[in-house]
């Protein structure tokens, strides 16, 4: 299902912003959006649209993933950002929550674009259950309920971590403490993208 690799990738930047469920990926790379001027991309928020998408074929198998946090295979996430890069002007993209296992890593650097920097927002599974809960009383979600909140802890340690591990011996990752306030978790992240990349 994957295309090949079709992206004019010398002038393209990817950065991934990993960390478990509720770490604050979204939260984080909303004010990077801001300050540099990269596209943001949601592994979870593509799937959820497409999910939600008239007559998608996937509809039912990313529901029930989602519901049971479990993984989406790779081929359908992988396309869904690679079909947002492609009709996207930019050439700067954050992608949250992917890779979420060791597979989506390797086929998206080798299909797809290898990726400049990871950001690893590191967590407690006990302030990250806190966070989800709060979410919880007005997301909507169907996975912000303590049932699949454990769950999606379980498969972050179990696949989702070993990606984190993975990327460490590029040296591309930043490990960064996000049980702090929004402003202060920014204040590290910041500096690790303003040495890299123009501010707008
Ligand atoms: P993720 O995308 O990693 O699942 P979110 O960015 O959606 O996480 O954050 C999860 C919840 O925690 C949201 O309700 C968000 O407002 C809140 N949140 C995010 N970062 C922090 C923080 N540093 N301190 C307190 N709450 C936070
Ligand atoms: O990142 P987010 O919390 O929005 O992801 C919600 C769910 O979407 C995950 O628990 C998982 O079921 C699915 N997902 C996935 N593969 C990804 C990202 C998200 O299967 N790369
Ligand atoms: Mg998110």
Known sequence: MTSEAKLSKDDMTVCFILGGPGSGKGTQCAKLVQDFGFVHMSAGDLLREEQQRPGSEYGELIQNCIKEGKIVPSEVTITLLEKKIIESDSNRFLIDGFPRQLDQALAFEKEVIESTLIIYLECSEEVMLKRLLKRGETSGRIDDNKETILKRFKT?????????????????????????????????????????????
Not at 168 to 179: D, I, L
Request: aromatic share 14%.
């Open 156 to 200: 972050f340690l179990e696949l989702s971590y070993p990606v984190v591990e993975h990327f460490r011996k590029s040296g591309k990752v930043h490990t960064v403490p996000c049980e702090d306030s929004v402003e202060e978790v920014y204040a590290r992240v910041k500096p690790i993208f303003a040495e890299l990349f123009k501010q707008k």
